[in-house]
């Protein structure tokens, strides 16, 4: 039973454009959802978070859009640069279960072309 | 800046062997995980502990053990190597608080051969 899901392994933007990450959620309790950036042979790097008190968090060229009613997040790119191509991780948490475990989505492999 | 230190960034073993990860974070988290990477599948939890000689089981914790004597380390443990255990393995830590995100190491591919 897939917690997390990023429904498109892949996308392919241009330099310059807006790259748009998708990630649904079926578990209604979680509470605290992130955005990691995995360059191959690296490990996940944390790259910003949204607690469900918010819809919206900026930090610099990332923007994460969260709407609880569907059950969604995404994350935004913009402008989207060729150093922006990795793999992009979903992950969610119910810390209000005490836990501070995180569900991982699949994640989607960004390619940003010059 | 969080710095989680895996000790090997590749490693090869041999089926049967028992095999040893270990993982170093010098920013006095409580909470340390491991993680397996696979292709198609994500990251998927093996072990966590959220303080010494503490662990509880994640996802998929057949085949492993796991070690945390002092705060700073967790090992895991592959008590006898099957190749289906080939993988990049990812250790974690975290603030034992409420939204606090995960930093990672750079990973241990290890291969079972």
Redesign the interface.
């Known amino acids: 039973d897939q917690q997390v899901k990023q429904n498109s ?1 892949s996308l392919s933007v241009q330099e310059g454009r807006i790259s748009i990450l998708n990630c649904d959620y079926t578990n209604s309790m979680f ?2 959802f ?1 955005w ?1 950036k995995k360059y191959p ?6 790259l910003i ?1 949204i ?1 469900s008190i918010k819809d919206k968090n900026e930090d610099g060229r990332f923007t994460v859009f969260l709407n609880k009613s569907a059950k969604h997040l995404s994350l935004h790119i913009v402008p989207s640069q060729p150093g922006d191509s990795a793999v992009y ?1 979903c992950a969610a ?1 119910d ?2 279960g005490g ?4 569900v ?4 989607t492999k960004l390619t940003v072309n010059p | 800046d969080v710095k989680v230190t895996q000790s090997s960034r590749y490693l090869v073993k041999r089926t049967g062997e028992k095999v040893f990860l270990e993982c170093v974070q010098d920013m006095d988290h409580e909470n340390m995980f491991w993680y397996r990477q696979d292709p198609g599948l994500g990251l998927r939890l093996i072990y966590f502990s959220y303080d010494v000689k503490m662990k509880e089981k994640g996802d998929i914790p057949e085949g492993y053990s796991v070690s945390r004597e002092k705060k700073e380390r967790f090992s895991l443990i592959l008590e006898s190597a099957s190749t289906n255990q080939t993988s990049m393995y990812l250790c974690a830590s975290s603030i034992r608080a409420r939204n606090q995100p995960q930093h990672f190491g750079d990973g241990t591919r290890l291969s079972i051969l």
């Open positions: 392994p509470d605290y992130l990691y042979a690296e490990g996940p790097t944390f978070s607690s991780f948490s810390a209000q836990s501070e475990k995180l991982f989505g699949k994640g």
